[in-house]
């Protein structure tokens, strides 16, 4: 067996919220010792080539997937899809149309601060996030990162403290985005159910990513029905789970027939506590039993 640690839940610059191209990746994961990775960027496939390229150079096995945000009993999930074949009409159907769906979020939540009084417009976002769809948390960094936003009263509490201002947007995110919430706007994503089903035609073994996840809250019954429909592993290590979240998820994968696999889900400036690396629990027998898989 391949020796080395997975990690099969990372992000490039090719998501608007991730700061390293995916062959600067590739580079430091063959560096620090992983057998293998996955660059799994939000909605789209930017990623590849250059990724798997990088990956034959540097000696490090390159899973092509991707992060589709997806929607189940109104509740936003998010669904990787390792072994993906990233030039499918499938796959490029999907990342369309939650493209698009993510353009009319960014500009309704831009339109919802500028009524809040925040001084923030449109063309700066897309000025700042020229690759892909801006996600609300890339949205928050950008307007932290404005000229003088440090003395706004509203946005003060967000760089108070080495160990807030760090995380300032996601707590910006959660203080204006989430649902209640003064910015909030409806999500347009696309069903989750959807996603597996149509995974086998993209040569995808999907796997539900950090089912712990404040917003997800994955319960037993919803992995039950889920794997019916078609899913097929569970992300139990990853920079989400506390302790007992690994042991709980771990549970359910064994009992689901669910394949475990590791995700450090690293990203850069907008999950500073997420350290490349620092999830090494995934062993390549993840990317064996998930292969075996394949539809």
């Known amino acids: 067996m391949t020796n080395g640690p997975v990690d099969l839940h990372i992000h490039s610059n090719r998501s608007s919220d991730g700061d390293f191209p995916p062959a600067e ?13 996955s660059i799994a ?73 500028r009524r809040l009084g925040f001084d923030l417009t ?16 890339t949205i928050a960094r950008i307007l932290l990162e404005k000229p ?27 203080d204006y985005f989430m649902e209640g919430k003064p910015a909030f706007v409806p999500k347009r994503h ?15 073994v999907p796997v539900l990513a950090h089912p712990g996840a404040y917003f997800q809250n994955t319960t037993r019954q919803d992995l039950a029905f889920l794997r019916e429909r078609g899913l097929q592993g569970v992300e139990v290590f990853t920079s989400y789970h506390e302790n007992g979240q690994v042991a709980y998820y771990g549970a359910a994968a064994r009992d689901l027939d669910l394949v ?20 090494r629990d995934g062993g390549y027998w993840m990317i064996e039993a998930l292969r075996e898989r394949r539809g």
């Open 25 to 37: 990746l590739v580079r430091r994961a063959a560096a620090e010792g992983f057998a293998a990775i």
């Open 41 to 113: 960027d939000h909605d789209t496939v930017a990623a590849y080539p250059e990724a798997v390229e990088e990956g034959r150079a540097a000696g490090v096995e390159v899973v092509p997937s991707m992060e589709v945000t997806a929607l189940y009993e109104d509740r936003e999930f998010h669904c990787l899809l390792p072994f993906l074949d990233w030039t499918s009409p499938v796959i490029a159907a999907i990342a369309g149309r939650v493209s698009k769906g993510r353009y009319v979020e960014a500009e309704e939540r831009v339109a919802n601060l």
């Open 122 to 137: 449109w063309e700066e976002i897309l000025a700042a996030s020229p690759a892909a769809a801006p996600l609300g948390v």
């Open 148 to 174: 003088g936003s440090a003395d706004v009263p509203a946005l003060r509490p967000y760089f108070d403290g080495d160990a807030v201002r760090p995380r300032g947007p996601s707590h910006f995110y959660r």
């Open 190 to 204: 696309i069903p989750l159910v959807e996603v597996l089903e149509k995974a086998p035609e993209t040569g995808a």
């Open 260 to 279: 475990p696999t590791a995700g450090s889900d690293f990203h850069g400036r907008v999950k500073p506590h997420v350290e490349f690396g620092s999830i």
